[in-house]
């Protein structure tokens, strides 16, 4: 085989892997149930410090 060709072949798994792998970490994160947002009293707290840091 030329050096072209497996290099194409190579890349192609390569992709294909990294596409399965995606696609498994995403039914994994799916699966763990629907989304809750943060506590309201929590983000408060958390932007106050944030917007207190950056005029520091």
Do not use: C, N
Request: glycine residues 10%.
């Amino acid at each position: 085989m030329e050096r072209g060709k497996i290099t194409a072949i190579l890349t192609g798994a390569v992709a294909i892997l990294l596409g399965v792998i995606y696609l498994l970490i995403t039914l994994v994160l799916d699966s763990r149930g629907p989304m809750q947002p943060a506590p309201a009293l929590e983000m408060g707290w958390r932007m106050t410090h944030f917007v207190g840091f950056l005029i520091l």
